[in-house]
């Protein structure tokens, strides 16, 4: 299994331009999760889905989107970057059988920079 | 203020030493206890999760909850120069969310 993968690893943006950070898991996990990590805040949730179709907003949504076509894939959206989204971005993914998600395996991360 | 607190550190052990590393929270609703450890510059993964409060053993790891003070720890014991990473505390109450804290970087020296 390849567990969480992630593309690109690196990536550097302009102001106002657009892209998507891609996410798969090979694991038939029902919850799938976007996180940013900046120092000092730890990580942030932006997204998450329980299931194919399913979407909802976390903690720092705004100027993010996504959608969940299939089990497999969970890609963000970014509509029009801003320096302020200069961040390391993190996939996650869990199994809901215990109730939550609590076991989530994350991806190796994307460092995205925007000038 | 932050839902959940952890103090940042830098903290730094010899080789054999006990770490000890602790969260504090604000949401008495939180029932699901979980520490990640992070090396760097990879992806967090789990190292344990508890439930409500309570003890939890795990090798060289021990998982403290304690809900009525609202504070959890981690205790690593027999630290290795592996063990060197951030470590963080994360909550979740039932919900599809959970919330981080910033997460404590330990070094073990050799």
């Known amino acids: 299994n390849a567990g969480v993968t992630q593309t690109p690893k690196f990536q550097v943006l302009k102001t106002g331009q657009s892209m998507t950070l891609q996410c798969a898991q090979d694991m038939n996990h029902e919850y799938m999760s976007w996180y940013r990590q900046d120092p000092g805040m730890g990580l942030r949730l932006i997204h998450y889905s329980v299931g194919a179709g399913i979407t909802d907003q976390g903690e720092v949504p705004n100027g993010y989107n996504v959608s969940r076509s299939t089990t497999e894939d969970f890609p963000l959206r970014l509509l029009s970057a801003a320096p302020s989204q200069t961040s390391v971005y993190f996939c996650?993914?869990?199994?809901?059988?215990?109730?939550?998600?609590?076991?989530?395996?994350f991806g190796p991360g994307t460092r995205l920079t925007v000038t | 203020q932050k839902e959940v607190e952890q103090d940042p550190g830098p903290l730094s052990v010899p080789e054999g030493a006990i770490v000890s590393l602790n969260c504090t929270y604000s949401?008495?609703?939180?029932?699901?206890f979980m520490w990640y450890r992070q090396y760097s510059r990879k992806g967090p993964e789990l190292l344990m999760y508890t439930y409500s409060s309570g003890n939890k053993e795990d090798g060289r790891f021990t998982a403290q909850v304690d809900k009525s003070s609202k504070y959890i720890s981690l205790f690593i014991r027999d630290s290795q120069p592996s063990d060197s990473a951030t470590y963080l505390c994360?909550?979740?109450?039932?919900?599809?969310?959970?919330?981080f804290g910033a997460g404590t970087t330990v070094t073990v020296r050799a």
């Open positions: 994360a909550m979740n109450s039932n919900d599809y969310k959970l919330s």
């Open positions: 949401n008495s609703a939180f029932q699901y």
């Open positions: 996650a993914s869990s199994s809901l059988r215990g109730g939550g998600p609590y076991e989530q395996y």
